[in-house]
């Protein structure tokens, strides 16, 4: 089992709608979760981090946490074709360690 | 400018040689990675360093090595590189917390 999971999409949605990412991870006693985005030919750069249960909410962006199911979302609304990337979710887990899923790519189209 | 600044960006090399890819970042950050990203796998973790002189294994340090005698550097060393090692290469920096990491333009790297 990977220690970090998302749907593998790729996941095409209309401008302005709503773009939902899922993430599942393996070990439960992870308690930092992340969101990278990833532009075609580009490096990472972090969106979102959140830590508690519950939803974070930053612009357009909302990262959701249920430790308890051992899931990470991110919902990207009103999405603009500046959106279309590779999300990247990202769980820190024991050992200074910090494991990243595979990638879902996001294209918003116009 | 904030950076962390990998070189080479492009090389092309052969099975044995030598190579080391230098990272180095302007931050003042006590955390360094280095990361190998491939198709349908993701982002791997090689190497990590919490501060000069510490440094641990990630998941792939196979085949690598790395040291960190000052802050700012974290050069990766293949000893003697193999087809498999064909990758996109990522230096990553962090104050805050192993998660919020600062990433270098990455390394794309071809061994033949």
């Known amino acids: 089992q990977k220690e970090v999971e998302q749907n593998s999409g790729p996941l095409s949605v209309p401008e302005g709608a709503i773009a939902s990412l899922n993430c599942t991870y393996s070990?439960?006693?992870?308690?930092?979760f992340f969101w990278y985005r990833q532009y075609s030919g580009k490096s990472p750069e972090l969106i979102m981090s959140i830590y508690s249960n519950g939803d974070k909410e930053d612009g357009r962006f909302t990262a959701q946490l249920n430790k308890a199911s051992q899931y990470v979302s991110l919902l990207i609304r009103d999405s603009q074709p500046s959106d279309s990337a590779t999300y990247l979710c990202a769980v820190k887990n024991r050992d200074y360690k910090l494991s990243f899923g595979a990638g879902t790519t996001v294209t918003v189209r116009a | 400018e904030a950076q962390v600044t990998q070189n080479p960006r492009y090389l092309i090399t052969v099975t044995g040689k030598k190579l080391t890819v230098t990272c180095s970042q302007n931050m003042n950050h006590e955390y360094m990675s280095w990361y190998r990203q491939d198709p349908g796998l993701g982002l791997r973790q090689i190497y990590y360093?919490?501060?000069?002189?510490?440094?641990d294994k990630g998941d792939v340090p196979e085949g690598y090595k790395v040291s960190r005698k000052e802050k700012r550097n974290f050069p990766l060393i293949l000893e003697s590189p193999s087809p498999n090692q064909t990758s996109l290469y990522f230096c990553a920096s962090s104050i805050q917390g192993v998660g919020e990491l600062f990433f270098g333009e990455g390394s794309r790297l071809t061994v033949l």
């Open positions: 070990d439960r006693v992870s308690q930092s």
């Open positions: 360093s919490m501060n000069v002189e510490v440094t």
